[in-house]
């Protein structure tokens, strides 16, 4: 058995009666890219946020490069790589595009990132355009670059995406992940939670099916898209 | 300079540092109506400390600098609580503690209670208008650094703030307590201006107005508050000169109907105030090139 980077272990979360992530246990390679897929309230984000550190932890773990990082605050996960990129993208508005890369490297307090931002505005040369601007007048597309630049930045060893195909025209689905595909190349382990499940499973090399807050099938996307009923039942399939 | 103009220019400086006081927070997403609090905190400490007849006799080198620490310090332990609510409950917090401060001054008798105390170190602009001027360049300093991009990255979101690893709480009561530092400076300084304070100077209307130089100027650079405090100082000057040069009666004795018709229409013409972003932006720079270009 390979070695994990991240391996959460029979975690729950609870928002008072509300039971949203109930046992679940998965793990993430060195370089690989996993996909949770499920319907809405089916409890992902609830488990991103657990890795991440905003939401606490009933009980279980999650085991990161070796460490127990229960006990770690957001702030402190961050520095050591896990970086979340938020549902609906999340930018922050009333500062310009570059003060929005330099917010992604907050954490990395002396670092001198002069050279990190020239190479993202070499990969998005619209960023580059609009370094002074509000984001605030981004289009979504661009919007969404932004909020994976800005993740970048904070030199992640992981990246978790929320969701990162919300209201995307398809061609911009497309370039999105292209662009996951590429950081993964680049050596970042990704863990994509999606609604989107046709284009996560063909990026992804392993899945996850969340249900009301269980895990319900988990494999290599041949092997959930054999299944006829989990198909059918989450994977838009018929 | 007569008279007038000083006069107008002492108000200007007060009413800038007192912006400023309020500014800060709201840069980080706080809306504070609890000015006159601080302002009460400031002043009253401030002469206790300095008066000659009924206080310590301090000197002010020593008595101001204190008075704005102590108004920090009581700002510092009010954030805890305050800062435990948001938005509109936020501003009712800050109005409560403004309220709770002017009725515990008013009932302490040593110093002076409802008939308010003197202040007996008179000082001109000497001292009033350097410190302003350091105020107002301690808050483009600060807004420019790594603590001020975080102020306002939590004004933006404080959740996605915490996600990228910054110590939301503590930016939060640090700029609520620089805040009140301000305020108690603005306090202090006004006691020396005037010869002597009382509670009453500093009730919900002056909060109001407080609140209104920086939304009015502007949350989002630090020239808001600037402009908002100089907008409200001039304005109302500015309509009693025509109303006296012309006279016609709007700009005399309407002149505060006619300064709160100008206050609705800014409201509705810029509701993010004066001094956007976007508006240096055209005042610095010839253009902004237009965002139309999807994706690469």
Known sequence: MTIMLLSVEKINVRYGRNHAVKNVSLNLADGEIITVLGANGAGKSSLLKAIQGTEKIESGSIIYEDKDINRWGAPKRVQSGLVLVPEGRQIFISMTVEENLLMGAYSRKNADITNEIEMIFERFPNLKERRNMLAAVLSGGEQQMLAVSRALLAKPTIMMLDEPSLGLSPILVKQLFELIKDINTEGLSILLVEQNTHMALQYADRGYVLELGNIVASGTPADLLADKKLAKAYLGGD | ?296
């Open chain 2, 1 to 296: 300079m007569s008279a007038y103009m000083t006069g107008i220019i002492i108000i200007l400086c007060l009413n800038i540092i007192i912006a400023y006081s309020v500014f800060l927070p709201a840069a980080a997403g706080q809306l504070n109506l609890g000015a006159a609090g601080f302002m009460i905190i400031g002043a009253y400490t401030d002469a206790y400390l300095s008066s000659a007849d009924e206080g310590l006799g301090l000197p002010i080198a020593l008595t101001i600098p204190v008075a704005a620490l102590f108004t920090g310090l009581v700002g510092f332990l009010m954030s805890f609580p305050i800062l435990r609510t948001r938005g509109v409950y936020m501003i009712l917090a800050t109005f409560a503690f403004a309220e709770i401060v002017a009725g515990i001054v008013l009932n302490m008798e040593i110093v002076g209670g409802a008939s308010g105390f003197p202040v007996t170190t008179h000082t001109e602009l000497e001292v009033l208008l350097p410190v302003t001027v350091v105020v107002v360049l301690f808050g483009f300093y600060l807004i420019s650094t790594r603590f001020g991009l975080s102020m306002r990255s939590i004004h933006d979101d404080e959740n996605v703030s915490l996600l990228f690893g910054v110590n939301t709480h503590l930016v939060k009561v640090g700029a609520f307590t620089i805040g009140a530092f301000l305020g108690g400076l603005a306090g202090a300084l006004y006691g020396h201006q005037f010869d002597y304070i009382e509670v009453q100077n500093w009730g919900i209307l002056f909060s109001i107005y407080v609140l209104l130089y920086v939304l009015i100027g502007g949350t989002q650079t630090p020239w808001g508050p600037l402009v908002g405090a100089m907008f409200f100082t001039f304005i109302p000057e500015i309509l009693r000169a025509i109303g006296d040069a012309t006279g016609i009666e709007l700009f005399t004795e309407l002149r505060f109907a006619a300064f709160g018709v100008i206050i609705v229409g800014m409201m509705v013409l810029r509701p993010e105030g004066i001094m956007t972003r976007t508006f240096l932006e055209l005042l610095f720079r010839k253009s902004i090139p237009k965002s139309n270009i999807k994706l690469s």
